[in-house]
């Protein structure tokens, strides 16, 4: 069984700050997956970044990376210069040897001008 | 372009009624998945395919049907027995073969009448 926790209901940033989002997991898979992904008002889910369990390299994808803490069991999102167009709920998941993902309850994000 | 979709945007039910969703994509996956989600709250997944003509349950499957006749098509039907079906729905799909990234259609809203 996964589970997934995120700690923060919502989050504050300027523009332009960065800004981290926790995650913390607890999986009994000896090879798992953590993804966010974020979904703005208009309810899509957008994939962010992907981390696998024996990658030693953290996971980067334009202004987000992925800081990965194995034996912590968390796996916060970074996002770099935040952007107007960056508030929306985000999501943390979890995946093991099967297909099914186990997703936390969200932060909601908020840009500030 | 590649990407899926998901009709009616909205989509309003009866007492009694069985509605159905469409999801169809054409990123020429093998799996599709089909989510609810809930006001504050992740995504619960409902059934999900990793092959034409084969479907699993997941975690709430009761009060809802599905079929994979084709392999771009996925609908569900919500059926009368889902007493208490408001709420929005959101189809993915994905490659097979271990835990692989999931892509998302735009949702739709289900609300009872």
């Known amino acids: 069984a996964q589970k997934i926790t995120q700690t923060q209901p919502g989050m504050f940033v300027q523009e332009k700050e960065a800004v981290t989002l926790d995650c913390t997991y607890d999986?009994?898979?000896?090879?798992?997956?953590l993804f966010w992904y974020k979904q703005p008002s208009s309810g899509e889910m957008i994939f962010l970044i992907y981390?696998?369990?024996?990658?030693?390299q953290n996971a980067t994808e334009g202004r987000y990376s992925l800081n990965f803490q194995k034996a912590r069991k968390s796996a916060n999102l970074v996002i770099s210069a935040s952007q107007l167009g960056d508030s929306a709920m985000y999501f943390c998941?979890?995946?093991?040897?099967?297909?099914?993902?186990?997703f936390g309850k969200g932060t909601l994000l908020t840009v500030n001008p | 372009d590649g990407g899926i979709t998901q009709s009616p945007k909205y989509l309003f039910r009866k007492e009694g009624q069985n509605v159905t969703l469409s999801c169809e994509q054409n990123?020429?996956?093998?799996?599709m998945y089909w989510y609810r989600q809930d006001p504050g709250q992740g995504l619960r997944l409902i059934y999900y395919s990793q092959i034409v003509n084969d479907f699993q349950k997941g975690d709430i499957a009761e009060g809802y049907s599905v079929s994979r006749e084709k392999k771009e098509s996925f609908p569900l039907t919500v059926t009368s027995a889902q007493k208490n079906p408001t709420a929005f729905y959101l189809c993915?799909?994905?490659?097979?073969?271990?835990?692989?990234?999931?892509?998302f259609g735009p949702g739709t809203r289900l609300l009872v009448l």
């Open positions: 990123l020429n996956h093998d799996a």
């Open positions: 999986t009994s898979d000896q090879s798992y997956g």
């Open positions: 993915a799909s994905s490659w097979t073969g271990g835990l692989k990234t999931q892509y």
């Open positions: 981390q696998g369990s024996y990658d030693e």
């Open positions: 998941l979890s995946g093991g040897s099967n297909y099914k993902l186990t």
